[in-house]
């Protein structure tokens, strides 16, 4: 193989998969990361949840009668629908951002 065609080889075939061979690894140590993220997002709003449910057992025992108890219970489910809607959009929109970093960085725009 000449030197021309070996030059031509490498800026036609191998530069290009090299580049996109390490588009792709730094697009896959990205996704970790966000998926670690998403992760540690849902732990949070588990947490929440349950310290909220935990409050809501509380006022119900101290409550001094039954309407009070069906307050407190019609109260917290309306708070925690609330909430899970709430909790839902924020995972979608970091699962959507990260979709569109990670789309970037395999089509080379560093994110």
Do not use: W, Y
Request: aromatic share 4%.
């Amino acid at each position: 193989m000449s030197d021309n065609m070996r030059d031509a080889f490498n800026e036609k075939v191998v530069d290009p998969a090299k580049k996109a061979g390490e588009a792709l690894r730094d697009a896959g140590g990205k996704m970790a990361e966000n998926g670690s993220t998403v992760s540690l997002k849902m732990l949070d709003q588990a947490e929440t949840n349950t310290r909220e449910a935990f409050n809501a057992m509380r006022a119900a025992a101290a409550a001094k009668d039954l309407s009070e108890v069906m307050k407190i219970q019609g109260d917290f489910i309306r708070d925690q629908s609330t909430r899970n809607m709430t909790q839902a959009r924020e995972i979608g929109e970091l699962i959507m951002q990260f979709g569109r970093d990670t789309v970037g960085m395999v089509r080379g725009n560093k994110g």
